[in-house]
């Protein structure tokens, strides 16, 4: 039986680790002063944030890639999700 495979479909993503790094990044503390861990990641609560997704607010690990559908939608993968579906595009050559 023959086997097919997804056609590339490039996205847009930015990468998450502080605030600032993504320019519509809200920059709320994701807790005030909890000292606690966060169960995906195991790094303090503090080192996360909030952000406005597609489907809701979702929480922000750092090295989290915020994606950009070509919709406009917007969705949070972790980076073993992200590297799972996605590699980086060959930059293409500029016109002459």
């Not at 039986?1 to 680790?17: D, G, N, S, T």
């Not at 195991?42 to 994606?67: A, I, K, M, S, Y």
């Amino acid at each position: 039986m023959p086997k097919y495979v997804h056609r590339p479909l490039p996205i847009e993503a930015e990468q998450w680790f502080k605030d600032g790094d993504i320019p519509q990044d809200k920059n709320e503390p994701f807790c005030d002063g909890d000292n606690g861990v966060c169960e995906e990641c195991q790094r303090p609560l503090n080192e996360h944030n909030w952000r406005d997704l597609t489907d809701g607010t979702d929480t922000l690990c750092p090295g989290d890639f915020v994606v950009t559908t070509p919709s406009g939608d917007r969705l949070r993968y972790s980076q073993k999700e992200f590297w799972d579906q996605y590699m980086l595009a060959p930059e293409e050559p500029s016109p002459v």
